[in-house]
């Protein structure tokens, strides 16, 4: 599947919020024509309403791709209306967090091609990280176009098992809020200890982004820049030393975390 089988054939978004729009934005500067995209949302922003795409119009009987952006909660009465096109050459692709594999196959029918992926926040920016999987139906050309459409708002990881879906979710997914967490607790700090409240959080939103930035930009590993910055008897080594108890600091309050958050993902993909 190429880029042309995309323009030609049609893409249909289905739901247009942040994440859609996130990456309706990608694909559009990216060189997709707007004609080519069809978008089913009830209701669609100005900003969508101007880029020249297909608005709760007519859809193409065989598109190349439908991508499902939509909340879980809308999915019972969305999809159905898709279900013509299952079973068929058009590979539906999921990023709507707690919807296993199995229900688009139940609702589309078994032959259906299906990639579920798991975006994170940061793609609003086009920093984001997303994870994919595909059922047997799904071929090397699929997960190409796949991986083509969602590099559009950040980097693209393959998984081998739908399973690690929940561990990506605790990590990457739901990640994004921990480090926003990370800054307010940092700027609080800084405000105990006298720092002007804005600057304080001007400080801890530069520090987090500058060393996000660092990280991946750096050839060192993380732990290796870590060292880097710390020298002996010195003042980041009195906070690291804090920060690393392997009792009550953070290695546990992560583990713990992660965990809780993959837990729940399981528990949402078995409608508990």
């Known amino acids: 599947m190429t880029d042309s089988t995309l323009a030609n054939r049609g893409l249909v ?4 919020g942040k994440m859609g729009s996130a990456m309706l934005e990608g694909w559009l500067q990216g060189g997709l024509p707007a004609a080519s995209v069809y978008v089913i949302d009830p209701h669609p922003s100005d900003w969508l309403q101007s880029t020249g795409v297909h608005i709760n ?3 193409p009987a065989n598109p190349a791709i439908v991508l499902v952006a939509v909340k879980p909660q809308m999915m019972g009465a969305a999809l159905p209306t898709l279900q013509a096109m299952g079973n068929g ?3 539906f692709v999921s990023v709507a967090a707690g919807t ?17 992926a798991m975006p994170n926040t940061p793609a609003a920016v086009a920093r984001g990280i997303t994870a994919i999987i595909g059922n047997a139906q799904t071929t090397a050309a699929h997960l190409d176009m796949a991986e083509g459409l969602l590099q559009a708002v950040g980097e693209v990881v393959r998984l081998s098992t739908e399973a690690q879906i929940d561990a990506v979710t605790g990590v990457s997914g739901s990640g994004p809020a921990y480090v926003f967490h990370l800054i307010e607790t940092l700027a609080q700090a800084g405000e105990a200890q006298g720092l002007p409240p804005a600057m304080a959080m001007q400080l801890a939103k530069a520090t987090v982004a500058g060393a996000g930035a660092l990280a991946i930009q750096a ?3 993380p732990s ?8 002996p008897n010195g003042t980041t080594q009195a906070g690291l030393e804090v920060l690393m108890d392997e009792a009550s600091g953070l290695p546990p309050l992560i583990a713990r975390t992660v965990t809780a958050a993959a837990d729940r993902s399981r528990e949402l993909a078995r409608g508990d």
Do not use: K
Not at 13 to 16: F, P, V
Not at 102 to 116: K, M
Not at 224 to 231: E, G, I
């Open 224 to 231: 290796q820049l870590r060292v880097n910055v710390t020298s």
């Open 219 to 221: 050839e060192e590993t």
């Open 13 to 16: 978004l289905l739901g247009c």
């Open 57 to 59: 119009t007519d859809l």
């Open 100 to 116: 296993p594999i199995a229900h688009f196959e139940e609702v589309l029918g078994a032959q259906t091609p299906i990639i579920r």
């Open 89 to 91: 050459e058009t590979l």
